[in-house]
């Protein structure tokens, strides 16, 4: 999003700065054919500039009615949702909740499905949607994966519950646990 951003503020400043040179030249009368051919390169800066800011812009825009389409899905859905869906779920979730997230590759990721910044901080997040509780593997693994993807802290997520163990190791280790009625409740106060 930042990233967005800082393609508008480019496009408008190439912009700015176009229409300035342009009318100072006109105003001083000064527009040879050197000064035409300055102004056209300028003027096909900014247009350049301006679409991709709009092909950002737009991106932008996609993203956030997905995520607002996957945070209003209804839990019986999330059930029914595959891992890589679930990833991509919770991802909108987070970013619902102020994160910026970053999608691991699917092989090699370390236990490690999203890497989720806020306020500089770096959490390791394993997704774990499936039909049983979620034993302390889950945890182990992010842990582990942690450290591999530089995170500072770490989340386990899940359209389930937890064994009593999970929840000792979690606690141990400081692992944030979601679980099936918190993740609800995060998704419900984004919708």
Do not use: P
Not at 43 to 56: D, E, G
Not at 105 to 119: E, M, N, W
């Amino acid at each position: 999003m930042r990233e967005d951003a800082a393609a508008v503020r480019t496009a408008l400043q190439w912009l700015g700065l176009w229409v300035v040179t342009t009318v100072l030249l006109v105003f001083v009368g000064q527009l040879n054919k050197a000064v035409w051919v300055l102004a056209a390169a300028s003027a096909l800066a900014v247009m350049v500039s301006a679409w991709r800011a709009l092909l950002a812009w737009l991106d932008q825009r996609r993203n956030a009615r997905r995520d607002a389409l996957y945070r209003a899905t209804g839990q019986a859905a999330v059930d029914a949702m595959t891992g890589v869906e679930f990833e991509r779920y919770v991802a909108a979730v987070l970013r619902g909740q102020g994160f910026e997230v970053e999608i691991t590759r699917a092989t090699g990721d370390f236990g490690v499905d999203l890497i989720a910044t806020r306020d500089g901080l770096r959490t390791a997040v394993q997704c774990k949607r499936q039909s049983r509780v979620v034993n302390g593997a889950a945890i182990q693994q992010v842990v582990a994966g942690a450290a591999v993807h530089e995170c500072a802290a770490t989340m386990v997520v899940s359209n389930h519950r937890y064994t009593k163990a999970a929840e000792h190791l979690a606690g141990v280790h400081g692992c944030v646990l979601v679980d099936r009625t918190r993740l609800a409740r995060l998704s419900r106060a984004l919708a």
